[in-house]
């Protein structure tokens, strides 16, 4: 059965720092796109961040630009996202998505399986 788990959230003070890592059940999903979600309480998800499966095009949401970078991973590793300056507003759950595309999927849509979630939370 395929499966992606994310972990690496916590708790972390504004201004810390984070590394989210996503976990594939199979090597060959680090040959695809990895997107990374969240959802903060009562709101919709969210795109955050995703990588081609060549792992040479990413994008990012305007929000986390310049803060969070995402990066492909040889090993079980799927994708890392590091999170860096975090506010209190990227609090969240975040979500890794395998997207079977050779471009960036930035749409929930273009998502074929999804992790469990990690939980963010940054206090002010």
């Known amino acids: 059965q395929v499966r992606l788990e994310e972990s690496g959230g916590g708790l972390v003070q504004a201004g810390g720092s984070l590394r989210l890592s996503c976990s594939a059940s199979?090597?060959?999903?680090?040959?695809?796109?990895i997107t990374w979600f969240r959802q903060a309480p009562g709101k919709e998800r969210e795109f955050v961040a995703g990588i081609s499966g060549a792992g040479f095009n990413t994008r990012y949401a305007d929000s986390v630009k310049g803060r969070f970078t995402i990066s492909r991973d040889k090993s079980k590793i799927a994708a890392i996202l590091k999170m860096n300056s975090l506010e209190p507003e990227d609090t969240a759950v975040y979500y890794c998505?395998?997207?079977?595309?050779?471009?960036?999927?930035?749409?929930?849509?273009?998502?074929?399986?999804w992790g469990q979630g990690t939980q963010v939370i940054v206090s002010s």
């Open positions: 998505a395998a997207c079977f595309s050779e471009g960036v999927v930035t749409n929930s849509d273009g998502v074929d399986y």
């Open positions: 199979e090597r060959t999903f680090n040959n695809y796109g």
